[in-house]
């Protein structure tokens, strides 16, 4: 039980950091940014459970389950939120269809496709998308940077072929 309570505790922490450095700070990678945060996360976890164990819950105050399978518990809760925030925040981030319905909320008369075109995100336009798309390939090492055509990096090609194999594999068109 304590497992899961500190890795709730210390995940919560970690997504409230990087909102918080997110806000403050304008970082040009900014998933690696959260990666590391959650990795990080992960890492206190990992290392901080044997001294809060014995700390915080002492003689099994909140021992229902032994304590390595308390740790193993705690740590997959830790793995599962992690990846729920990782997937929140790419939604948020990345949603090219929530973005049309975040700007059709505000537009009370609706939008035709070519004002759906031009006020993408704020008024930002679709070109800017592909700018900020291109951008954060390049910032996650995927695409080479400007100047020139933007080719693959080694690490692009290799996303590229395995998602490329999971679309064919799922039938995503």
Do not use: N
Request: proline share 5%.
């Amino acid at each position: 039980m304590f497992g899961v309570l500190f890795a709730v505790l210390i995940v919560a922490a970690a997504v409230a950091a990087h909102l918080l450095c997110s806000h403050l700070v304008a970082f040009a990678r900014r998933e690696r940014v959260l990666v590391r945060f959650l990795v990080a996360a992960a890492a206190v976890y990992a290392l901080g459970y044997p001294i809060g164990r014995v700390v915080v819950a002492p003689a099994g105050s909140l021992a229902v389950l032994t304590p390595a399978f308390d740790y193993l518990t705690g740590l997959a809760g830790a793995g599962f939120l992690i990846l729920g925030y990782l997937e929140l925040w790419s939604l948020i981030e990345r949603s090219f269809s929530l973005r049309i319905l975040i700007d059709a909320a505000g537009a009370a008369e609706g939008l035709a496709r070519e004002e759906i075109e031009q006020s993408y995100a704020e008024g930002r336009g679709l070109g800017w998308m592909m700018d900020k798309r291109v951008s954060d390939l390049v910032g996650s090492s995927m695409l080479t940077p400007p100047p020139g055509p933007q080719r693959l990096t080694p690490r692009g090609r290799l996303v590229a072929r395995v998602f490329g194999t999971l679309h064919r594999l799922f039938l995503v068109r």
